[in-house]
């Protein structure tokens, strides 16, 4: 059965699968079990598709239809493939500007850092497939439709995307506040790509380790931070003032 984005029931949500449709996430039962169940599990870990194991209150929450125990959440978007669009890329006449998000994980925040991405000109986002923000109509509404003009990718692991992207020539730079390095004082007139990590943790220890670069932005005030979608706009805008002149 479905419904707008959501699709409820097992066989449903395998059939789903099977056809190509393309599962941003699915919610499922704590404790199910079964011989269709286990069908399930084997499709979502082959296909890497997020899951949460959760009470059934929330899942009566989500929708009070007839769920069995399971809803998917359909991803109103289609992905891109990372590797077909870094070549394209590089073969416009842009210079590229990529954005990788390690695990952020709150939709609106993730709708805002589109909308922004898409009003500085950003060549893809690329989001890890399990432990990010999925893509719902709460994404859509934040990113003003800005979500429809934005090449997006799912990988499986952002340190692969990001071994890539440096293969292609393409400088990573994290922002990150354990540097010296201010955004300001980094060439970003080559193809680049920014990193921003999670709302509470920041960018991955090991994804730290692997960038070429890593900068920060000035803080006058006592508090130390800011919201993740205002220092990606800061950090986007700073590319757009460095190259506006090329």
Do not use: W
């Not at 029931?9 to 599962?23: L, P, Q, S, V, W």
């Not at 079964?34 to 084997?42: A, K, P, Q, T, V």
């Not at 500007?97 to 709150?106: A, E, H, I, N």
């Not at 439709?145 to 990001?162: E, S, T």
Request: glycine share 6%; hydrophobic share 45%; aromatic share 6%.
């Amino acid at each position: 059965m479905e419904q707008n984005n959501q699709i409820f029931g097992i066989r449903a949500i395998i059939e789903a699968i099977n056809a190509g449709k393309t599962i941003d996430k699915v919610f499922i039962q704590k404790g199910l079990r079964g011989s269709l169940f286990n069908e399930l599990d084997i499709l979502l870990k082959k296909n890497h598709i997020s899951v949460s194991f959760v009470p059934i209150e929330k899942l009566n929450r989500l929708t009070k239809k007839n769920h069995q125990g399971v809803i998917a959440n359909i991803a109103p978007i289609n992905f891109y493939d990372l590797e077909n669009l870094v070549a394209k890329t590089l073969e416009s006449e842009e210079t590229p500007l990529f954005l990788l998000l390690d695990q952020l994980s709150d939709v609106r925040n993730f709708g805002a850092i589109i909308r922004t991405a898409e009003c500085t000109g950003v060549s893809g986002i690329i989001i890890q497939k399990k432990g990010g923000a999925p893509v719902t109509a709460d994404t859509v509404k934040t990113s003003a439709g800005a979500i429809f003009n934005v090449p997006i990718c799912k990988v499986d692991h952002i340190k692969d995307a990001i071994y890539y992207l440096q293969a292609s020539d393409i400088k990573v730079i994290a922002a990150s506040e354990k540097t010296d390095t201010l955004i300001y004082n980094i060439e970003l007139n080559e193809p680049v790509a920014i990193v921003m990590g999670a709302e509470d943790v920041g960018i991955s220890p090991s994804v730290l380790k692997i960038v070429d670069e890593t900068a920060k932005l000035p803080m006058k005030g006592s508090i130390k931070s800011l919201n993740v979608s205002v220092a990606c706009g800061t950090l986007l805008y700073e590319v757009v003032r460095q190259r506006i002149h090329i």
